[in-house]
């Protein structure tokens, strides 16, 4: 076991706004998952980062608190570790149980800094533009995400709400009937296609709960693929009926000690193993944040979405749509549903419910969808705010938007909860559909936009959450006691 102790000095010196910056951005993503204990962790790293004892000292009696005992975590570990170096003298790190390891703090590295790494992903990412340039492809990935992942999704004509609001006719595209980690298997069925196109014969890729590893061993199985899949040797036991699964379908799972790698990290495992089999191998990242080719791959992946919408509507209404709406801010849905419309004539929009957007947009277009308070960050500070939040689903869903905004093709607006909230009671009574709360927005700046077009023309929303998670929260905005 490797005594190496993390550093008293922080990797490297930004200045307070740019802490500040990522503070704000944690927070908000903290705020909307309460119970995500891994965002919770990458505030804790970037306290230490910015070396602000106090903040970490304060967070790390609330996250030790939530523990209820439970000191042995991997999570408690890692921040015990990194607490004691920053406060040594601090009685909450120093008993039994968080000395039973050592664990040094994950390292700052973001895929492809080193140098043999970044010749592999060069090589690859030249690779995949020369097949995602074949039509071939892109149909044969739509057919196995048929047959794999529950697609298409239903595209529904809201024709109550319609007749109710007047003007266009207003479809749903149905995300919400998609099975639990449906864009996961949606990325890797596309890595995994790619992987058998260029004639690679082994996924291999890391997992800690066991759903990236199931789904990579299933598609490695259907494809005729072998599949390799590293877990922490503690993860292995926790994860017993997952690892069966990935056994049944074939694959070999590799037990490994965390607290020696580099970067305590399974997934850095994984890119050593691809690293010294880059012709015989493939890298299986799901939805990490990674370079090229990983970007390009999810995206066409995930746009599957757009491009089976844009099928239904030709069969549906015979015409292509004139508007197509999603949520903006931090979500992916415009990822899915816009791509394959970019070149048409259709007007797409991004919704969110804090009108200050749409000034900000128009200040800075560059700035990032679900950061318009903050100005924008300079190229290395995006470099080491990538790399504090690598790790969570969809981690560059800001630099997708702002791709998106650099087509000059989306619009990113803002709209009342007033609005929302009438949304939400219409949709409700006239389709029988309770939508979330942020779908509610979508919907409501949809309806706005319908009033103004002809009946003949089709608006297009894109619902992609259930209302079960926020039902009562959706009680209290309408005020009704509960």
């Not at 903050?374 to 560059?396: H, K, V």
Request: charged residues 25%.
């Amino acid at each position: 076991m490797s005594n190496r102790q993390p550093p008293k000095t922080p990797r490297s010196k930004q200045p307070a706004s740019f802490y500040a910056e990522m503070e704000q951005l944690l927070r908000r993503q903290i705020e909307a998952q309460p119970d995500n204990q891994d965002l919770r962790v990458r505030l804790l790293e970037l306290y230490w980062e910015a070396e602000r004892e106090t903040d970490f000292l304060r967070e790390a009696q609330v996250f030790r608190n939530a523990l209820r005992g439970n000191l042995d975590s991997p999570d408690w570990r890692l921040i015990a570790s990194i607490g004691r170096a920053l406060a040594p003298d601090s009685p909450l790190f120093n008993d039994a149980a968080a000395d039973k390891t050592s664990s040094p703090p994950r390292e700052y590295r973001r895929l492809g800094e080193r140098e043999e790494d970044r010749r592999h992903f060069e090589a690859l990412a030249r690779d995949y533009q020369s097949l995602r340039g074949d039509p071939a492809f892109l149909a044969a990935l739509d057919r196995e995400l048929i047959e794999l992942a529950g697609r298409p999704t239903s595209l529904f004509l809201a024709e109550r709400l319609s007749a109710h609001v007047g003007g266009a006719r207003i479809y749903c595209k149905r995300e919400d009937f998609a099975v639990a980690g449906s864009h996961l298997l949606m990325a890797i069925v596309g890595q995994a296609l790619a992987a058998k196109r260029m004639g690679r014969k082994t996924l291999v890729t890391g997992t800690v709960y066991g759903q990236k590893g199931v789904m990579t061993a299933a598609i490695a199985a259907r494809l005729g693929m072998k599949a390799v899949i590293y877990m922490d040797g503690t993860d292995i036991h926790a994860q017993a009926g997952n690892v069966f699964r990935m056994w049944l379908s074939g694959a070999m799972v590799e037990s490994i000690d965390a607290k020696r790698l580099y970067s305590g990290d399974v997934r850095e495992a994984a890119v050593r193993h691809w690293s010294r089999e880059p012709d015989e191998s493939f890298l299986v990242l799901g939805l990490d944040a990674a370079p090229e080719p990983y970007p390009s791959i999810c995206q066409d992946a995930v746009a599957s979405i757009g491009r089976e919408c844009r099928r239904q509507l030709s069969t549906l209404s015979k015409r292509a749509p004139d508007v197509l709406v999603a949520r903006g801010r931090n979500s992916s849905d415009a990822i899915g549903l816009f791509p394959p419309f970019i070149d048409s004539q259709a007007r797409l929009v991004c919704v969110d419910s804090n009108s200050s957007l749409v000034a900000s947009s128009a200040a800075n277009p560059e700035a990032d969808a679900w950061n318009e308070q903050s100005a924008p960050l300079t190229e290395q500070q995006q470099r080491i705010a990538e790399a504090i939040l690598e790790g969570l689903e969809y981690p560059s869903v800001a630099r997708e938007h702002r791709w998106l905004r650099q087509t000059k093709r989306v619009e990113y607006v803002g709209i009342g909860m007033d609005k929302a909230k009438q949304a939400i009671l219409d949709f409700s009574r006239l389709e029988g559909i309770v939508p979330a709360i942020q779908g509610a927005h979508s919907i409501a700046w949809a309806c706005q936009a319908a009033r103004t077009l002809k009946p003949e023309q089709v608006v297009v929303v894109f619902l992609s959450e259930r209302s079960d998670k926020d039902i009562w929260d959706i009680g209290k905005a309408l005020g009704i006691p509960l």
